[in-house]
């Protein structure tokens, strides 16, 4: 069957994490930063990323909905909104725009990925077993996540009636299910909100859903990606690549603050065949920092040339947290402005490092980061080609950029290895962790 499936996602990392699903179950998919330009011959499987997790809801709104109605006009059949798999963004606003354009009998809302401690029961959302409210991630800098509870968050979001699907109805008799979407239909029930605490649930869940015949929306995280394909029928007719390794160095750049990539970047740094570059996060707030900047650079590429793996990153504790903060204060820059100066500075660094040496491959971890430096090298987009694990893609920069192979990484995501295995892997060398 020639299925056409169209992906929206308010970062880059999640329009990778989850549209590699679809690439490892047969269907050509590409990234794009972008709307796609008219001329673009696009492939079975698109992801337009918005980028709108990092302004505000109405201009994220807007992009939303301007992709939705791109994909109508082309003809993608099936729909797919990505969902942080920790609540963050405006998942409600964002829904209502797409519904706006497709007009769904339900929109299915799924955000957990159990493979990574992202679970639902009773409409609240949990990461390892605490409500995602409860962890690091309530003191995001750029989207702080207040609430747990998926139904409120929508209704005060979309103005829209909620439904659970808890795990009483997912395993519900044929007719006790069938009865029950009725009445949420004759209630005006709009979105349903799905516990899951295992794959196998996700699994049963697509696969009632799609049985029941209904228009939907679909969103939820990379667990509900992963299991989809196959239950609406998309067979995998390819071999899973393993992607084009070469023995030259690989650069890491992690933008990230998250608890889960600081762990990695220490684990990487550890290694003897790691060069840490340390990013001195202030100074890039202050006019000195392009000379800081050719420091760094110059330390990389020095590394680089004799073959070695490099890490550019930025080190996060509380006291930098509060250095970074007062210096942002002082030039009237909020937490957004931050995120992005860090970003673009990373991107710039990296841009001169790619253009002055011969690297293998990128690592970038985080989702600004890893946006702004495919952007700064030229990129338009990414082919995704196949992972390394699960939720860490590997695909080619496409554009008027280098044709590098770039793995992508939630700053939340992988074990604490994730990021060395990411850089041996893509180099062609074997670690114990693979």
Not at 82 to 92: F, N, Q, V
Not at 246 to 252: A, E, I, Y
Not at 286 to 307: R, V
């Amino acid at each position: 069957m020639n299925f056409r499936f169209g992906m929206i996602a308010d970062d880059l990392t999640g329009a990778n994490d989850s549209g590699i699903q679809l690439k490892e179950k047969g269907l050509a998919t590409s990234v794009y930063f972008e709307i796609p330009e008219e001329h673009h011959e696009l492939d079975e499987a698109i992801v337009i990323d918005t980028d709108s997790r990092a302004i505000d809801k109405e201009k994220a709104c807007e992009k939303t909905k301007a992709a939705a109605e791109f994909l109508a006009k082309k003809g993608y059949q099936q729909i797919y909104k990505k969902m942080d798999s920790t609540l963050r963004g405006y998942i409600g606003y964002e829904l209502q725009a797409i519904s706006e354009v497709f007009n769904p009998v339900f929109t299915i809302v799924a955000p957990a990925f159990p493979a990574y401690g992202r679970t639902t029961r009773d409409g609240i959302h949990y990461m390892k077993g605490k409500p995602v409210s409860e962890t690091e991630l309530a003191h995001d800098p750029k989207h702080p996540v207040r609430e747990s509870h998926i139904p409120s968050i929508l209704e005060k979001e979309t103005g829209q009636k909620t439904a659970v699907i808890d795990e009483t109805l997912l395993n519900a008799r044929d007719d006790e299910w069938s009865t029950t979407i009725n009445r949420y239909i004759d209630e005006g029930i709009e979105y349903l909100v799905c516990d899951a605490s295992t794959e196998e649930d996700l699994k049963k869940l697509a696969a009632r859903i799609h049985g029941s015949g209904h228009k939907v929306v679909w969103s939820g995280s990379a667990g509900l990606a992963e299991v989809l394909p196959a239950v609406i029928g998309i067979e995998s007719s390819a071999q899973p690549e393993d992607g084009k390794q070469k023995n030259g160095p690989v650069l890491g750049v992690c933008g990230s603050l998250s608890q889960t990539t600081q762990e990695q970047v220490n684990y990487a740094i550890r290694q003897k065949d790691i060069q840490p570059v340390e990013i001195d996060t202030e100074r890039i707030f202050y006019n000195d920092w392009e000379d800081q900047a050719e420091i760094y650079k110059k330390e990389a590429l020095e590394h680089l040339s004799q073959g070695k793996d490099v890490i550019f990153y930025v080190p996060s504790h509380e006291d930098i947290r509060r250095r970074v903060q007062k210096r942002a204060a002082e030039l009237e820059l909020d937490s957004f402005q931050i995120g992005k100066k860090i970003s673009e500075a990373l991107s710039l660094m990296t841009e001169t490092v790619v253009s002055q040496t011969s690297v293998s491959a990128l690592v970038l971890t985080g989702g600004d980061t890893a946006k702004d430096v495919a952007k700064a090298l030229g990129a338009t987009g990414i082919r995704l080609s196949h992972q390394l694990e699960a939720g860490i893609p590997v695909g080619e920069l496409i554009g008027d950029s280098p044709s590098l192979p770039v793995v992508t990484k939630a700053g939340a995501f992988g074990t604490e290895s994730s990021i060395y295995h990411a850089m041996k892997k893509m180099k062609g060398a074997v670690t114990n962790e693979q």
